[in-house]
T-cell receptor
Framework: GDSVTQMEGPVTLSEEAFLTINCTYTATGYPSLFWYVQYPGEGLQLLLKATKADDKGSNKGFEATYRKETTSFHLEKGSVQVSDSAVYFCALSDYEYSTLTFGKGTMLLVSP | EAGVAQSPRYKIIEKRQSVAFWCNPISGHATLYWYQQILGQGPKLLIQFQNNGVVDDSQLPKDRFSAERLKGVDSTLKIQPAKLEDSAVYLC???????????FGQGTRLTVV
């Protein structure tokens, strides 16, 4: 079945540092790929998405590129802020049913 | 635009008791999902509805969990009887079929003691 593997956390960075959170997937067909973010005490929010190979999703300074050849969708941000502290989930969705398969999540902690 | 509404936000029950969660999806969204998120893990799909029909309930523990979506709008998820391992956040989401975004509610945090 479909699966998502993302790097374990917590990832601890200082403000303005560069961020990479690795995500790889296993899927049949051509899934869409997502990054969701969960701030403390809140529900999941879509951060960005890509629906086909070589697409780049971007939002709020975060970027991720759908790499079919390496089955990866790594999340990057050039300069993190304290307000980016949250748990980040990589996920994929099959076309037919649109159900999301999530990774285990990576906690990001940014200190001033 | 109003988001996905869930209630209650928090619930504490004793094992073997029953509990019910309610979800009101975004207006016009035909697809509704219930996910279970155990602490430290990613959400796991329990059941998916398309209008008021079940699309996927393969991971729903049917001996104790049940869900319905009457009239293709609101949905209720029930657990009877609850076990300690049911302690989790129960997330409701809505959207459309076809590789598009799912919108999540804030979730119900269930603690079974």
């Amino acid at each position: 079945g479909d699966s998502v593997t993302q790097m374990e956390g917590p990832v601890t960075l200082s403000e303005e540092a560069f961020l990479t959170i690795n995500c790889t997937y296993t899927a049949t067909g051509y899934p869409s790929l997502f990054w969701y973010v969960q701030y403390p005490g809140e529900g999941l929010q879509l951060l960005l998405k890509a629906t086909k190979a070589d697409d780049k999703g971007s939002n709020k300074g975060f970027e991720a590129t759908y790499r079919k050849e390496t089955t990866s969708f790594h999340l990057e941000k050039g300069s993190v802020q304290v307000s980016d502290s949250a748990v980040y989930f990589c996920a994929l969705s099959d076309y037919e049913y649109s159900t999301l398969t999530f990774g285990k999540g990576t906690m990001l902690l940014v200190s001033p | 635009e109003a988001g996905v509404a869930q209630s209650p936000r928090y619930k504490i029950i004793e094992k073997r008791q029953s509990v019910a969660f309610w979800c009101n999806p975004i207006s016009g969204h035909a697809t509704l999902y219930w996910y279970q998120q155990i602490l430290g893990q990613g959400p796991k799909l329990l059941i998916q509805f398309q209008n008021n029909g079940v699309v996927d309930d393969s991971q729903l523990p049917k001996d104790r969990f049940s869900a319905e979506r009457l009239k293709g709008v609101d949905s209720t998820l029930k657990i009877q009887p609850a076990k300690l391992e049911d302690s989790a956040v129960y997330l409701c989401a809505s959207g459309f079929l076809g590789n598009t975004e799912a919108f999540f509610g804030q979730g119900t945090r269930l603690t079974v003691v």
